[in-house]
């Protein structure tokens, strides 16, 4: 280490007398004035050498001066001065201070200033000091910085000495220390940060700022850490702070202060507070905190104490004080893995705390969650309160959090998620509220925490909260899980997964598991729930096992509940009404869908038919009516096998009022439905219910219309008697439809020789004859004959009987048309008196039993007549 020097004193002045360095001129006026004498002397006053010890201004040297009292000088109060001035970086590292001071002292105040090697070495012991040292051990480190002025003590040196060797580097390299002064000394009008001076310069100091002290007596401690700082720089031989250096900031050249040898030395009493005192934790980690750089070391050097205090605070406070300890203790952790570490470390003390007062642990959770750190406890207390008996009243306490709070309790432990669902005490709701306004990631792992214990219809509300949003596969895991812990037994939950399922578009994979659950009511009505009225879930509902008893309820309830539009899309498919009719049953419900669909439903008539035959016997009223006439409709231009005439006898005779029957004429008629099936259509009609056939009877020209729109007569004989039968008894109804009917009929019939033409004539021909016989008659019965006669009943006579004659007519019904007519004698005589007559005649009289009364009589005595007349014919003749 080098050394160089200066020497001060008195030529013509004070002023420099010889040096090893030229210093800048800032620090070499510093250097001038210091090396004076320290404040004035009085006449005589002598004093010992001191020391004054300062860095320049620069910073690049720190100085130690030796000052002697200069008796040679040829004035009074000459001192000479030498000044050792040493590089900054060997100052602070240098062992001992007290061995430049010896340098100076031996080098005397005499010899020039010279530059000195100086070679490192250990620093001796110094002896220990008496004094005002504790005072000036407070005044100095552990109070307000304040420059330090202290009056009479008995060895300033060995003082000065001891606090240079003691501080640590960064406080060397500042500090100012004058052994002697008679007044205060400055640098940069800073005063020196420790002055000594002699009781008798008190006076000179009454403008010192700073901390004043008495040397000459000593004082008791004023703070638990001065005997400690005591002992090391007063007592100790080698003096030094770097042992109480708790952080390591003092050592080297960092920048340590009094408030880190303060935070040091409360740190050492907080560690042996921590068994007895938990709050002392608290203290070190607010240390902790302060030092940035050695956080981290630090922190991992606390960890077991702390968790000894959060054991002490756990076992000695009371609960709520004992939470909030822990949750600030954890929060001033701070985001670090330190506090995650910490927490796992008192798991089992807040477990332990939980468990011994749970309902307490409850009332804690709202301040923990409110505050850093607290939510780091939830682990350790969700076991604790899991662990507790008996359980029922935590679970009420729970029901009553915050909901977001109960939900981040109910994610801190798996073994009390199971405990408070296994409990009736009104938690699921705020629980369910809770999850609603979760963040993602709680929301997560809610869904990945709870399903397993949600068993119960009470659980509904949480697995609705945890399936909003749910994807399709997830819905099915679900359904999966619940299928194999209750068997779907629980209906509101049942209904929570259809929900979701309908959402989540999982109907189908969801509907295949339920119906594989064991049968229940609350599953078959989570499967009804699955199906909805289209053709894909009829169809599925229909595939089910013959076996399966809910089959026919299923499709009864699912076809109820299509609408008109969604039933058509359903059954008017091809062959799905084959694949229905046999599943439903004949009670009333299924009777009443099979009602709808034949009412509803364009069946084709295959279809249509043999349905409505089968709920005819099921069905009363007016509805039954209209589905048979609506069946009715279908099955007259049909031929459906065997049972046809009794399927349609049975729909007309249901059809009643509902019957339309010109609809019926038509239809039953129409030229493209062949002649076989219009005569049993006529057959039908006129042997159909009184009331059935009334409708018929009301419409004769309707029927007139039909039988000639098929332009040839190609019915039966029997189809044509009951047409007639069915067009004389109109008469009675509508009697004006029947003459029209009658007058178009008759020209028709006309034209026709063959067989079935006869019995229509005997039904129309009598009321156009009676017409013909009034004085004037109705426009449209000049169509019928050509009259070229004024008598117009002859001409009808001789065209009735001529068209017999030359026909495959039958006789009788001629016999009864005459008989209908008022007039057989005449009309058979005109008969009999022409080519081929007679033989008609003997028909009639063969025939005649086939005749009613009362015109049986009247063509017994026009036959009798006619026989008798024998008289051949003559043209023209007037019969």
């Known amino acids: 280490m080098i050394v160089d020097q200066q020497l001060h004193g008195y030529r013509n002045g004070h002023e420099l007398l010889s040096g090893t360095i030229r210093l800048p001129a800032r620090d070499q006026d510093l250097v001038d004035r210091l090396s004076d004498i320290a404040g004035p002397i009085g006449p005589g006053e002598k004093f010992a050498p001191y020391l004054t010890c300062y860095p320049l201004p620069s910073g690049s040297h720190y100085i130690v001066a030796r000052t002697w009292l200069d008796l040679t000088a040829p004035r009074a ?28 002292t031996e080098a005397g105040p005499t010899d020039p200033g010279r530059q000195l090697m100086l070679e490192p070495s250990l620093a001796p012991p110094l002896p220990p000091v008496e004094g005002p040292g504790v005072e000036l051990i407070e005044a100095l480190f552990l109070e307000d910085s304040v420059p330090v002025a202290v009056f009479g003590a008995p060895a300033p040196e060995l003082l000065a000495l001891r606090f240079l060797t003691a501080i640590w580097p960064s406080m060397r390299r500042r500090f100012t220390v004058s052994t002697f002064c008679n007044s205060p000394r400055t640098i940069a009008k800073r005063s020196f ?5 002699p009781v008798s310069a008190r006076s000179r100091f009454s403008d010192w700022k700073g901390r004043r002290i008495d040397g000459t007596r000593k004082s008791a401690s004023r703070h638990p850490w001065s005997a400690r700082i005591e002992t090391e720089v007063l007592r100790a031989p080698h003096p030094s702070l770097l042992g109480l ?22 740190w050492e009493e907080l560690a042996g507070k921590i068994d007895t005192e938990p709050h002392a934790a608290l203290g070190l980690l607010d240390i902790a905190n302060t030092r940035p750089a050695r956080r981290a070391e630090l922190v991992e050097r606390l960890t077991p104490a702390l968790a000894a205090a959060a054991n002490s605070a756990a076992s000695r406070m009371p609960p709520a004080d004992a939470w909030r300890f822990l949750q600030v203790l954890i929060g001033k952790l701070g985001q670090t893995r330190w506090q995650l570490s910490l927490a796992r470390s008192v798991r089992s003390t807040t477990t332990a705390l939980a468990t011994r007062t749970p309902l307490d642990a409850v009332a804690a959770v709202p301040v923990l969650l409110r505050e ?39 994610l801190g432990a798996q073994d009390l998620a199971a405990a408070a669902f296994r409990e009736d005490a009104g938690l699921e709701s705020p629980l369910a509220t809770g999850i609603e306004h979760a963040r993602t990631g709680e929301r997560a792992e809610a869904f990945r925490r709870f399903p397993r214990h949600l068993l119960a219809d009470r659980h509904a509300e949480v697995l609705h909260a945890l399936l909003v949003d749910a994807s399709a596969d997830i819905v099915v895991a679900e359904t999966r899980r619940l299928a194999g812990g209750n068997a779907l037994q629980q209906a509101a939950l049942n209904d929570v997964v259809v929900e979701a399922a309908r959402l989540s578009g999982a109907v189908r994979a969801v509907r295949d598991i339920a119906v594989s659950a064991p049968h229940s009511a609350p599953a078959n009505r989570m499967l009804r729930d699955l199906l909805e009225p289209t053709p894909g879930d009829v169809d599925w509902i229909v595939s089910l096992p013959v076996s399966d008893p809910r089959k026919s309820a299923f499709l009864v309830d699912v076809l109820s509940s299509a609408s008109q539009e969604q039933l058509r899309s359903i059954v008017a498919r091809t062959g799905v009404l084959a694949r229905i009719v046999p599943i439903l049953g004949t009670i009333p419900s299924d009777t009443e869908l099979l009602a709808r669909i034949a009412e509803t439903v364009p069946l084709a008539a295959e279809e249509l038919i043999p349905l409505v035959a089968q709920l005819l016997p099921s069905l009363t009223g007016k509805r039954g009516s209209a589905l ?11 031929d459906f096998g065997a049972d046809r005439d009794k399927t349609i006898a049975a729909l007309l005779d249901r059809s009643g009022r509902e019957l339309y029957a010109a609809d019926a ?35 004769p020209e309707v029927l007139a219309e039909t039988i000639m729109a098929r332009r040839v007569l190609d019915l039966s004989y029997q189809a044509a008697e009951a047409a007639g039968r069915i067009l004389w008894d109109s008469a009675k109804v509508n009697n004006r439809g029947y003459i029209r009917a009658s007058a178009a009929l008759l020209r028709f019939v006309m034209h026709e020789r063959g067989m079935s033409a006869s019995p229509i004539v005997a039904a129309v021909f009598p009321s156009v004859y009676r017409e013909l016989q009034q004085d004037s008659i109705p426009d449209f019965l000049s169509i019928v004959f050509l009259f070229m006669d004024w008598d117009r009943c002859k001409i009808a006579r001789r065209d009735l009987a001529e068209t017999l004659l030359s026909s495959k007519w039958r006789p009788r019904d001629i016999a009864l ?7 057989p004698e005449r009309i058979l005589r005109n008969v009999a008196r022409r080519p081929g007559g007679q033989a008609a005649i003997a028909s009639m009289e063969k025939e005649l039993g086939s005749i009613a009364d009362p015109w049986r009589a009247q063509v017994r005595k026009a036959i009798k007549d006619a026989k008798g007349d024998g008289l051949p014919a003559k043209l023209p003749f007037d019969i």
Do not use: Y
């Open 77 to 104: 109060g000459c001192v000479r001065t030498r000044s050792l001035i040493v590089a900054m970086s060997d100052w602070t590292g240098l062992a001992g201070p007290a061995s430049l001071a010896r340098v100076a």
């Open 245 to 266: 250096d708790v952080f390591g900031e003092m050592a080297g050249d960092e920048q340590g202060s009094q408030e880190t040898l303060r935070l040091s030395l409360l």
């Open 193 to 197: 940060d420790l002055v000594f001076a």
């Open 628 to 638: 048979a006439a609506r069946a009715l409709d279908k099955a007259l231009s049909r």
């Open 665 to 699: 004429f038509r239809t039953g008629l129409a030229t493209g439905v062949p002649a076989a099936l219009a005569s049993h259509n006529l057959v039908l009609f006129d042997s159909s219910a009184p009331e059935t056939r009334g409708a018929f009877l009301r419409i």
């Open 817 to 823: 048309a005459a008989a209908r007519a008022g007039d």
């Open 372 to 410: 850093s750190g607290g939510d780091f406890l939830l682990g350790g207390l969700a076991n604790g309160l899991a662990r507790a008996k008996p359980f029922h009243p935590i679970a009420e306490a729970l029901a009553g959090l915050p909901p977001l709070d109960l939900l981040k309790v109910m």
